[in-house]
């Protein structure tokens, strides 16, 4: 998340209707209920990843560390973006800007030097928890049967809490990128506006620090990661599918020794199925940011004024595409529980075994309560019996 650079640009009143207009009704509207689905989405399978039937698993423990990398995130994106612009972009529509300069729109600005940081601390934390789950994952099922000694739960912990410590380190810098300062308006008004700090200007730092760390650490790495392994993976699991087959053709008996260990197997076939799907919407979901940050460091770097020719461009579809980018990342984010719930069988059975014994407490209860009800009717008539 980082601010629409739209430097040297003019842009008609056509085209600002059309983009505030855009961004009312998908970084507003449509994010905050994305938002509010995904926090009760990634909620709900926290719940579910920590029952003690799923988190014996150490690819369930990445998954917990990521719903709630997720929520927090989602926690931040609804505060600061999706609530704040379905407050102050109908001011712009209606070039009624009397009560723009809100409490709310000024706390974010005060704070947004430190939101941002935050924001990209948790985002880099969803991507390289989504890689270690990956090849967590990519170990179980090619090493056979029993899961090589790195894939425990302990393990796990360990290498969240490294990636937890990496994110943090790697993105101290961008807290100092951006500052808060003071204006007056011709109202006598006072705001707060964000401006780069001398650091943020520099060449060095958009050179250096966004084109030749930021973009390879944050969004190639990663991305070319996931699709090596995606690929491996999947490869060992048409493997598994011919062995499954040849498996089907063998005599009774041989089959009764291998049942077990192919139920085992079966158990990890659908995780695995599972994580392919969870990695491919990542990488769909996120891929549009990429470009958007490739566009936005190159332009930040160049510094050159708009031509006419692309001032279509710059007006309408790039910043167009910066909200379609930013409104990915909240399906990325609440997403996963969908694809749980329709790849990985342990997971749904963990829910249907979890509402039953919800069901069947809320019918206990109930009926205690009539009993009661029952109890007290009961004395109640016998005392005025006696009267």
């Not at 029993?146 to 790697?170: D, E, G, H, M, W």
Request: hydrophobic share 45%.
């Amino acid at each position: 998340m980082t601010p629409n650079n739209t430097t040297n640009v003019s842009c008609s009143d056509e085209d600002e209707n059309f983009v505030l207009i855009t961004l009312l009704i998908v970084g507003g509207w449509s994010s905050i209920i994305t938002c509010i689905l995904g926090l009760l989405a990634n909620t709900f399978s926290i719940i579910i990843l920590a029952h003690k039937r799923m988190r014996t698993l150490s690819t369930n423990i990445y998954l917990i560390a990521l719903a709630v990398v997720n929520l927090l995130w989602l926690i931040l994106f609804f505060l600061c973006y999706a609530l704040r612009l379905t407050i102050i972009v109908p001011y712009f529509i209606s070039e009624n800007q009397e009560n723009l300069h809100s409490i709310y729109n000024q706390i974010f600005h005060r704070l947004s030097p430190y939101i941002i940081p935050l924001m990209n601390t948790l985002q880099l934390c969803i991507i390289y928890y989504t890689v270690a789950v990956s090849v967590d994952r990519y170990l179980y099922i090619s090493t056979g049967i029993n899961p090589s000694q790195y894939c425990t739960v302990r393990n796990a912990l360990r290498i969240i809490l490294f990636l937890t410590i990496f994110s943090i380190i790697f993105v101290i810098l961008y807290w100092f990128k951006f500052r808060i300062t003071t204006q007056t308006n011709t109202e006598n008004q006072t705001y707060y506006k964000m401006f780069y700090t001398d650091i943020g200007q520099q060449k060095m730092f958009q050179e250096i620090i966004n084109l030749s760390i930021y973009i390879p650490i944050v969004h190639v790495i990663p991305l070319v990661t996931l699709i090596l392994i995606n690929i491996l993976t999947v490869r060992r699991l048409i493997k598994y599918h011919d062995e499954h087959r040849r498996l089907i053709s063998t005599s009774v008996r041989q089959m009764a020794m291998i049942r077990t260990n192919f139920f085992y197997s079966r158990r990890h076939y659908h995780v695995s199925i599972m994580l392919i799907a969870v990695v491919l919407l990542f990488i769909l979901c996120r891929f549009p940011m990429l470009i958007n940050h490739l566009y936005e460091v190159q332009h930040s770097i160049t510094d050159d004024n708009i031509s006419n020719e692309n001032l279509y461009f710059q007006c309408r579809i790039q910043r167009l595409f910066n909200i379609f980018a930013n409104f990915m990342q909240t399906i990325n984010s609440n997403g996963n529980l969908i694809l749980y719930l329709l790849c990985c069988q342990n997971f749904r059975e963990t829910t249907t075994e979890l509402f039953e014994k919800i069901s069947n407490s809320l019918r206990i209860q109930s009926n205690d309560n009539i009993v009661s009800k029952i109890h007290m009717r009961s004395r109640t008539n016998t005392h005025l019996t006696d009267m």
